[in-house]
């Protein structure tokens, strides 16, 4: 099955950009999806890519994806407070297949 | 709202207490999913429905957990003689049918079990 590894922790300074790094074994995925978490509530999908695609920009989010490495990255742009979450990227060919989600911490 | 609905919203129970955790899907999705997750860690796929098929149990850690899905819509996961490793948040999501379809979640159960 898939396999999706993340870093646990990514510290910001507010105005920064973030990039959230994930890594995936099933080169079969389809698509391939970015979820944000807040505390106390359910993943909210942000963004998602297919996997004929290179990159993804909508707004602030930027998602690039290498095939040859199977990479996944999410560039959040002008990062705000409002962006502290835990971030999950997921991906498979049959049920997604979570990683344990990057903790994304934004300072002043 | 349109969104996918969970309750209880948090469950306090004693060990060996059975506990029903209810799902109400996005009218429409097909597709309903049982995720477990526990402090510090992933998702933990548990079981999927797809329509009238037969669903996915491979994810459910032991039988006393079981779910059923009544009617292509609402949801029920029972944990039976509850343990403290049972302890986690419980998120439900519910999608278009199809494969690696974009799941929506609800806000999840937080269950504890002292």
């Known amino acids: 099955g898939e396999d999706v590894e993340q870093s646990l922790f990514l510290s910001v300074r507010e105005g920064d950009s973030s990039v959230i790094n994930c890594t995936y074994t099933d080169s079969s995925s389809t698509y391939l999806y970015w979820y944000k978490q807040e505390p106390g509530a359910g993943l909210q999908l942000l963004t998602y890519?297919?996997?004929?695609?290179d990159m993804k920009q909508d707004q602030r989010l930027t998602v690039l994806l290498n095939k040859k490495d199977k990479h996944l990255s999410l560039r959040i742009a002008d990062t705000q407070t409002g962006d502290s979450a835990i971030y999950f990227c997921a991906g498979g060919s049959y049920i997604p297949t979570f990683g344990r989600g990057t903790s994304l911490i934004v300072h002043p | 709202g349109a969104g996918v609905s969970q309750s209880p919203s948090n469950k306090v129970t004693e060990k060996g207490k059975d506990v029903e955790l209810r799902c109400d899907p996005i009218s429409g999705h097909t597709a309903l999913y049982w995720y477990r997750q526990s402090l510090g860690q992933g998702l933990e796929f548990l079981i999927y429905?797809?329509?009238?098929?037969?669903?996915?149990k491979s994810g459910l850690p032991s039988d006393r957990f079981s779910a059923e899905r009544t009617g292509g819509s609402v949801s029920t996961l029972t944990i039976q003689r509850t343990q403290q490793e049972d302890s986690a948040v419980y998120l439900c999501?519910?999608?278009?049918?199809?494969?690696?379809?974009?799941?929506?979640f609800g806000d999840g159960t937080r269950l504890s079990i002292l």
């Open positions: 429905f797809q329509g009238n098929s037969a669903p996915d």
């Open positions: 890519i297919f996997s004929n695609m």
């Open positions: 999501a519910s999608s278009l049918a199809g494969l690696n379809q974009p799941q929506h």
